[in-house]
């Protein structure tokens, strides 16, 4: 069974920045990725990446947060991190990492289910 656990999330005031984290024990090769709902929407794909399939790394992102947040992984532990910067009140929302078993090295499409998903980290942007 893999478990995502997320970390990182804040207040933080427009302009400002946070890095999440999601480790899953165990798991280090797939995809995962992040996904956040605000209050009375709906969830909503914000990135994804492909762990552990080298170089180079496939990391996919929304138009809302393209040029703004980004993902990596630490490839000793398996942990993604998402840099967010210039955070925007709209960006307030509960953010969760998912994992899903994905062989094949490249990009991984948010459209497909993801399996796993951890509890969430709220992200709260102020104006």
């Known amino acids: 069974q893999v478990q995502p656990v997320e970390s990182g999330g804040g207040s933080v005031q427009a302009g400002g920045s946070l890095r999440l984290s999601c480790a899953a024990s165990?798991?280090?090769?797939?995809?995962m990725g992040w996904f956040r709902q605000a209050p009375g929407k709906e969830r909503e794909w914000v990135a994804t990446?492909?762990?552990?399939?080298?170089?180079?790394?496939?990391?996919d992102y929304s138009d809302s947060v393209k040029g703004r947040f980004t993902l990596s992984e630490d490839n000793a532990d398996g942990t993604v991190y998402l840099e967010m910067g210039n955070l925007k009140p709209q960006d307030t929302a509960m953010y969760y990492c998912?994992?899903?078993?994905?062989?094949?090295?490249?990009?991984?499409?948010?459209?497909?289910?993801?399996?796993?998903w951890g509890q969430g980290t709220q992200v709260t942007v102020s104006s």
């Open positions: 998912a994992a899903r078993l994905q062989w094949r090295v490249g990009y991984c499409s948010p459209t497909v289910e993801f399996s796993f």
């Open positions: 165990g798991y280090r090769r797939g995809c």
């Open positions: 990446i492909y762990l552990g399939g080298g170089s180079p790394t496939y990391t």
